[in-house]
């Protein structure tokens, strides 16, 4: 999985690890478009927090991953971007691994200060990303994601990449790292 704030070049990264592993991304901010383009019963539930900039409540996102994760695609492996995002969503993950016979190699947190993040949203320009929202997002990845790493760390599966840097040295930083500490790379 990979994990950062807002602006932290997750989806980025994450899309280039993906076409290196060759492996599926699952994206939970592509799931919830998806499902809110698509006005499913669970889309129209979370559409109003994701308007917000708030979490979706865990219990739909539970759902969202679970039916992901049971596509035949990621059976030889994925890559997890923007979620877990709590210390409940992770302990959940871990048993929904348990369940489907799967595991997580690494937790990939892109540590990115809050400046570099605040003025990489503002420069993508899209319409949801005003000033106080990109904050509200940054305090809710603080309060919420951040004490996940620890639970990570704990558990000897957590990298962390300086994500101040520019894209293409985040993805070599990233690929030295998978390569000194796993043999599956």
Not at 101 to 107: E, M, S, T
Not at 138 to 166: C, H, M, S, W
Request: aromatic content about 6%.
């Amino acid at each position: 999985m990979i994990l950062g704030g807002p602006g932290a070049g997750k989806s980025t990264q994450a899309r280039s690890l993906c076409d290196r592993l060759q492996i599926p991304l699952v994206s939970m901010g592509g799931i919830l478009k998806r499902a809110i383009a698509e006005q499913t019963e669970l889309g129209r539930q979370c559409q109003t927090y994701v308007e917000r900039g708030e979490f979706v409540p865990d219990p739909i996102l539970i759902t969202f991953i679970r039916d992901r994760l049971l596509q035949s695609d990621t059976t030889t492996g994925w890559l997890l971007e923007g979620y877990p995002r709590t210390a409940f969503q992770a302990e959940e993950l871990d048993f929904l691994l348990d369940e489907l016979h799967q595991h997580l190699n690494w937790a990939i947190f892109l540590d990115t200060s809050e400046s570099v993040m605040i003025e990489r949203r503002l420069a993508m320009g899209e319409s949801e990303d005003l000033p106080d929202l990109i904050k509200r997002r940054i305090e809710l990845f603080q309060t919420r994601t951040v004490p996940i790493l620890d639970y990570y760390d704990k558990r000897q599966r957590l990298l962390t990449i300086d994500g101040n840097q520019a894209q293409d040295q985040v993805l070599a930083q990233l690929q030295t790292q998978l390569m000194a500490n796993s043999s599956e790379i």
